[in-house]
Nanobody, 123 residues
Framework: QVQLVESGGGSVQAAGSLRLSCAAS?????MGWFRQAPGKEREGVAI????????YYSDSVKGRFAISQDNTKNMVYLQMNSLKPEDSAMYYC???????????????????WGQGTQVTVSS
């Protein structure tokens, strides 16, 4: 079983930065971040292949967000820069034993989820 705990959410003004952290138990092959705003569907943000370190991003965050990991601590991070109000959402850490190339940024591919951490970007 995989357990995930997110932290680092908060409120920030547009163009600001925030870093989210996800502490994992177990060793899934692919981990990442998803977000969901009120009234909207959950969407994939970024994922990372744990063994190879390969990363994948949604077009909406490419160039602004960066996913990384610290394997000694079994942690995954999401550095968010140049934040926009439309980035406001509940951010969830997710994991799967599938490879990222197979799982892609698809919600149904991920069977393990954290409780979420709120990110609010104001203008």
């Amino acid at each position: 079983q995989v357990q995930l705990v997110e932290s680092g959410g908060g409120s920030v003004q547009a163009a600001g930065s925030l870093r989210l952290s996800c502490a994992a138990s177990g060793w899934p092959n692919c981990m990442g971040w998803f977000r969901q705003a009120p009234g909207k569907e959950r969407e994939g943000v970024a994922i990372i292949q744990r063994a190879a370190g390969s990363t994948y991003y949604s077009d909406s965050v490419k160039g602004r967000f960066a996913i990384s990991q610290d394997n000694t601590k079994n942690m995954v991070y999401l550095q968010m820069n140049s934040l926009k109000p439309e980035d406001s959402a509940m951010y969830y850490c997710a994991a799967t034993y599938r490879d990222c190339t197979s799982a892609r940024l698809e919600i149904k591919s991920f069977g393990y989820w954290g409780q979420g951490t709120q990110v609010t970007v104001s203008s």
